[in-house]
């Protein structure tokens, strides 16, 4: 059981445009920023989005991010089939004093 | 640029302690910005944050492991290391190690190791 709360999983056809959600609570979420993670299969995750809605250099401008509360959202924008990946939101916890995850969410392209 | 490298053995028999390292290059451990972090993920399940190393020693622990586990470095190497003692078959996952930049409320992973995996058995 994971402290953040994501969907298992997620879809769309290529050009969509989908949102992964992340709910969490007051000490993780509603107190620091929200990171999101992609991981494609068989490699390593990749920081895909930090401080709730920045884009590292070289993440495509499709790839968005917004909180509200103690919730965060993923949105990708123009799907495309490499975007078929997982995708983990993460934030600092000041009760347990380290970092959460959600349980992940698998985007899959149709 | 800089890149992390994890090492150690892949097998490690039950009831032992778990052995990994984290070579560094292209940057220094000591850096003032950054922590440097464990991070695992068992076959077919998501990730689990581990625990965070400071240069000054200071450290964070994930409270379901912080018994068995201890993060030190060895700057000299420019090395970061993990030690996770009494493993199960539970413990059977890939561990990543990641630089952390930690400036509450800010914190992100920015840059992560390969992955190794590392199985529990007998």
């Known amino acids: 059981q994971s402290v953040l709360t994501q969907p298992p999983s997620a879809s769309g056809t290529p050009g969509q445009r989908v949102t992964i959600s992340c709910s969490g609570s007051r000490s993780n979420i509603g107190s620091n920023t929200v990171n999101w993670y992609q991981q494609l299969p068989g490699t390593a995750p990749k920081l895909l989005i930090y401080s709730n809605d920045q884009r590292p250099s070289g993440v495509p401008d499709r790839f968005s991010g917004s909180k509200s509360g103690t919730s965060a959202s993923l949105a990708i924008s123009g799907l495309q089939s490499e975007d078929e990946a997982d995708y983990y939101c993460a934030a600092w916890d000041d009760t347990l004093n380290g970092v959460v995850f959600g349980g992940g969410t698998k985007l899959t392209v149709l | 640029q800089v890149q992390l490298q994890e090492s150690g053995p892949g097998l490690v028999k039950p009831s032992e302690t778990l052995s990994l390292t984290c070579t560094v290059s292209g940057g220094s451990i000591t850096s003032s910005y950054y922590n440097w972090d464990w991070i695992r993920q068992p076959p077919g399940k998501g990730l689990e944050w581990i625990g965070s190393?400071?240069?000054?020693?200071?450290?964070y622990y994930n409270p379901s492991l912080k018994s068995r586990v201890t993060i030190s470095a060895d700057t000299s190497k420019n090395q970061f290391s993990l030690m996770l003692s009494s493993v199960t078959a539970a413990d059977t996952a890939v561990f990543y190690c990641?630089?952390?930049?930690?400036?509450?409320?800010?914190?992100?992973?920015?840059?992560w190791g390969q992955g190794i995996m590392v199985t529990v058995s007998s």
């Open positions: 190393f400071y240069y000054s020693g200071s450290t």
């Open positions: 990641a630089r952390h930049w930690l400036w509450l409320p800010y914190d992100a992973f920015d840059i």
